[in-house]
């Protein structure tokens, strides 16, 4: 037996991704783990709209917003999805026979410069540390199946050599890349009215760790203080900085909303509809911003942003407000 298949109803020719990373979303693609967590959650006919609360924490951090996950303990409850620590302590492709054999995934750090769905922006250009979750693994036809930022697809040949080492001789340098495993054996599927429930319950608590004070307003005060530094080290220092700090907030904002919107139409009887406006506003705004930053920094010219962060942040403010009063 070569071929190991953990979803084997999974396909990358015509595999539709769910509408969070549909077109008309504002940020398309979040980041790459809470990515891979949505698909994986579609495939297995799960909504992952239903799990997003945990984004009411996204928090400034300084030198960038909370790189946001789906909270592991709200997988295991909302949908007996499991994910514990892999512990790498023999060759990944090893791992990844015995685990996809036995039916469970492996998420793991990869590197984008082999992932051809990549093609256009890392792809053989760019050493980047990535996620992507594995689901097929044929070892005889050198072919995976994985899934990764927005969708699923597949890799073969040296891309495949190179993802699991295969030609690379002992280096006691090398240090095993960070993996999880994935157990969907257990899944649950809860009645609409249970999951709701659940998930307000479960907002609640998120909601009791939100800011102690308005991120978006200390964002603002260090992007002024941060510009010219910004301009002075150029635009691939930016994008690395915007991804850090402008699109996780922008993302965090934008599923918040999803999944708030998702609560008053799984029958909540609660009122979001408001506080999704303003975190939906919050993130076309940071959209926004990001773009006009961009051009600052090419062009080294001054940008005052503070119309656009005093804009943003009386929509968090509004938006948290709007949220806490609807919960029970």
Request: hydrophobic fraction near 45%.
């Amino acid at each position: 037996m070569t071929r190991y298949q953990a979803l084997p109803n999974v396909r990358a020719q015509g595999y539709q991704r769910h509408s969070l990373h549909g077109d008309t979303q504002i940020w398309i693609e979040k980041n790459c783990y809470v990515d891979v967590v949505i698909e994986l959650l579609h495939a297995l006919q799960l909504e992952p709209a239903a799990i997003m609360g945990s984004c009411v924490t996204v928090d400034f951090e300084g030198d960038g917003f909370t790189f946001f996950k789906p909270a592991h303990e709200d997988l295991r409850a909302f949908f007996g999805v499991d994910f514990q620590e892999l512990n790498v302590w023999r060759p990944l492709l090893d791992h990844a026979r015995e685990h996809l054999g036995a039916g469970k995934l492996i998420s793991t750090e990869a590197d984008a410069y082999f992932l051809p769905d990549t093609s256009g922006t890392d792809y053989r250009r760019n050493h980047v540390k990535t996620t992507i979750i594995m689901a097929d693994l044929d070892v005889s036809a050198r072919h995976l199946g994985y899934f990764h930022n927005a969708s699923y697809f597949e890799l073969a040949g040296e891309d495949f050599e190179q993802i699991f080492r295969l030609n690379a001789g002992p280096d006691p340098t090398f240090l095993p890349l960070f993996a999880e495993l994935i157990r969907v054996d257990r899944v649950v599927r809860h009645s609409r009215g249970a999951l709701t429930k659940l998930a307000l319950a479960r907002l609640s608590e998120h909601a009791a760790r939100k800011p102690a004070s308005n991120p978006v307003e200390r964002f603002g005060a260090r992007f002024a203080a941060e510009l010219p530094d910004l301009q002075e080290k150029g635009l691939a220092h930016y994008h690395a900085w915007a991804f850090s700090t402008t699109r996780q907030v922008g993302a965090a904002m934008e599923l918040l909303a999803a999944h708030l919107t998702w609560l008053t139409e799984a029958g909540a009887r609660r009122d979001f509809e408001r506080a999704s406006d303003h975190f939906t506003r919050l993130s076309q705004g940071a959209k926004t911003f990001i773009l006009k930053a961009a051009r600052s920094v090419s062009a080294g010219k001054p940008l005052d942003a503070r119309p656009m962060f005093d804009e943003m942040a009386k929509d968090w403010d509004h938006g948290m407000t709007a949220l806490v009063a609807g919960l029970p």
